[in-house]
């Protein structure tokens, strides 16, 4: 008894001095953004540079506010464009938004949900069926059929949603910093403490969830060093703006606003003259530069970044090389535009690694000379600011000494794939949905199998349809590495190649997996090892070629709208 009187007197002498520390823990986190304010810049923006934001979510998917609400934020925190990416692949009605709103223009874009993470993308036209799951593929097409398409890999590290596909190629770069994903990252106590922050200085509760972002910039510079890359690879600043704070299923916080989120972090592109009265131009105009990488990332809840610039020129010949851009020419120099009252410390990066950090420099422009091939970036700081350890300006790289990119080989690798073993178009037969059509036929002649289909609802209920063929016959291909066969049609389109492995659906053995591949109006080959498929019904499991069951050619709701119709034609079905 004695004992439990002693514990029980401890306990309330602890909770006695943990209340009396509260309000001190409180005073020590809270009271600094009572009196925080960004680097004051009064400087004019140059005019052949646009500021706006990329990543945004509005209530087209996950985003709380309306477009006009996002606008409203737009103009009133002074940003040129605001890049739309509502969830979707695409996302059509984010598609089909862009427009001007007073003096700021919305771009309509998508972030699209794939098998290795999601990807942020703008400047493409909507095609006429759905993007494919598989990366790759999906970065082929915004970037190869779009003049303007532009793709960034979305909070690379994200702790629910990261990326996993690092073989990727031709992406236009990675998110270096994700706001959201910042805040994801930030401890318990900051996380605690985030609401009273915000409410006395919205931009100071922001800033104090990021850290600096190593971990996404030693991915950005291994790319760009890296073989796997036959074009330039960037960075940006992403806010990924939902305007609420989740709590639970069903409860949610409605902060931090679009307002809010537009005064920490921007983009600033560089588009050389003003954006086109025309909405879709200036779009482009924007989209272009960001493929291009054409602009630098700033962290504006620091401060502005009016008046800085940042060029390479080639050393005989006196060419101004943008950021983002490439230069056959080893010798030149950076210069450095920087005419502010205050004096940034300026990190300069060579294929991922420190080689000059100036600190206290006073110089309005500066000229850093280059000797050696490399791919050049630039990292500014403010020194005294309360943020001094997190990277205020980040500027895409210079590509010094680079040969052009490099030609991409898989469709000659393509070419050189034969079948090993043919199976026999003949045997597949029609499956499709009540509302939908479908129609084989087989030229015994040209060994061509063609199926036609048009894809219908079954009703405004059921969001499923689909147009098959398939082929429910056994086959060991354990020998073979995956499909092969030439295929085209009468119109662009999405198809799924499927199979099933095991026993049998109703035994609970039986996988599903599925690709997909593009058909054109003209004959391609197409190659599909076993390894790329993904299983999407039964068990996570890579597949056994010597289990299956059958197969298909499917096209249906998740590749194409309703209302699809059209022709496919294929031969020299089989696998290698």
Same mark, same amino acid.
């Given at each position: ?80 464009? +605001? +890049? ?20 700021? /223009? ?45 793709? %960034? ?32 990252? @930030? ?30 910039? @030693? ?31 069903? $409860?949610?916080?409605? $902060? ?5 989120? $537009?005064? &920490?972090?921007?983009?600033?592109? *560089? ?49 101004? &090389? ?13 210069? &450095? ?24 420099? *006073? ?23 309360? %943020?001094? =350890? ?21 469709? /000659?690798?393509?070419? @050189? ?9 003949? /045997? ?19 060994? =061509? ?41 009468? *119109? ?6 499927? %199979? ?23 004959? *391609? ?21 010597? =289990? &299956? ?15 699809? =119709? ?11």
């Amino acid at each position: 008894m004695e004992n439990q009187l002693l514990k029980k007197g401890t306990f309330k002498k602890y909770l006695k001095y943990a209340l009396l520390a509260l309000p001190v823990i409180v005073l020590i986190n809270v009271v600094p953004a009572l009196f925080y304010a960004p680097v004051k810049n009064s400087l004019p923006m140059l005019p052949e540079y646009k500021r706006g934001v990329f990543h945004v979510h509005s209530n087209f998917s996950d985003g709380k506010g309306s477009v006009a609400e996002i606008m409203w934020a737009a103009n009133e925190t002074g940003l040129d464009f +605001v +890049v739309l990416t509502d969830h979707g692949r695409p996302n059509l009605k984010g598609l089909r938004s862009t427009a001007w709103f007073k003096d700021s /223009l919305l771009i309509g874009g998508s972030e699209f949900s794939l098998s290795c993470g999601h990807l942020a993308c703008v400047g493409f036209k909507s095609p006429d069926y759905i993007f494919p799951p598989e990366a790759q593929q999906a970065v082929d097409e915004v970037i190869d059929e779009n003049v303007t398409g532009a793709c %960034f890999i979305s909070h690379p590290f994200d702790k629910k949603i990261p990326w996993t596909d690092w073989s990727i190629k031709n992406v236009t770069g990675l998110e270096v910093f994700s706001s959201y994903s910042e805040a994801r990252k @930030a401890g318990l106590l900051k996380l605690l403490m985030f609401p009273l922050k915000y409410a006395l200085n919205s931009r100071y509760a922001l800033l104090n969830t990021m850290n600096y972002p190593k971990r996404n910039l @030693a991915k950005w510079d291994e790319f760009n060093k890296g073989a796997n890359q036959r074009v330039q690879f960037y960075g940006i600043f992403a806010l990924d703006a939902h305007a609420k704070l989740p709590v639970s299923k069903k $409860f949610q916080l409605n $902060f931090p606003t679009y307002r809010s989120m $537009f005064q &920490i972090m921007s983009v600033y592109v *560089r588009t050389n003259k003003a954006l086109d009265g025309d909405a879709h131009h200036a779009a482009a105009a924007v989209a272009e530069a960001l493929k291009l990488g054409r602009f630098f990332n700033v962290l504006d809840a620091i401060a502005p970044a009016n008046g800085f610039d940042a060029y390479f020129v080639e050393k005989v010949s006196g060419k101004r &090389i943008d950021m983002g851009g490439v230069s056959a020419v080893e010798a030149g120099e950076i210069v &450095i535009v920087k005419p502010f009252e205050f004096f940034p410390d300026i990190k300069v990066f060579k294929d991922g690694g420190l080689v000059r950090y100036l600190k206290g420099n *006073r110089d309005r422009l500066m000229r850093v000379d280059v000797n050696e091939r490399g791919v050049y970036r630039l990292e500014l700081f403010i020194p005294g600011s309360k %943020f001094d =350890e997190l990277p205020w300006i980040v500027v895409n790289p210079f590509f010094i000494g680079m040969a052009p990119p490099l030609v991409d080989d898989s469709v /000659l690798k393509n070419a @050189a794939v034969s079948v090993k073993r043919l199976v026999d178009g003949m /045997l597949f037969q029609i499956e499709k949905n009540g509302g939908s059509k479908g129609l084989l036929s087989y030229d015994e002649e040209l060994k =061509e199998t063609t199926f036609s289909f048009k894809l219908m609802k079954e009703s405004a209920e059921d969001p499923n349809f689909w147009s098959v063929l398939s082929l429910r016959r056994g086959f060991d291909f354990s020998q073979y590495r995956g499909f092969v066969f030439e295929v085209k049609g009468n *119109r662009r389109l999405r198809v799924w190649l499927e %199979f099933r492995t095991g026993k049998g659906e109703y035994d609970g053995s039986e996988t599903w997996y599925k690709h997909s591949f593009l058909i054109e109006p003209q004959w *391609r080959k197409v190659v599909i090892p076993f390894a790329a498929f993904a299983s999407f019904v039964g068990k996570k499991q890579s597949p056994n070629a010597a =289990e &299956i069951q059958s197969i298909f050619f499917a096209i249906n709701n998740a590749c194409a709208y309703p209302g699809t =119709e059209g022709e496919m034609v294929f031969k020299n079905f089989g696998v290698y």
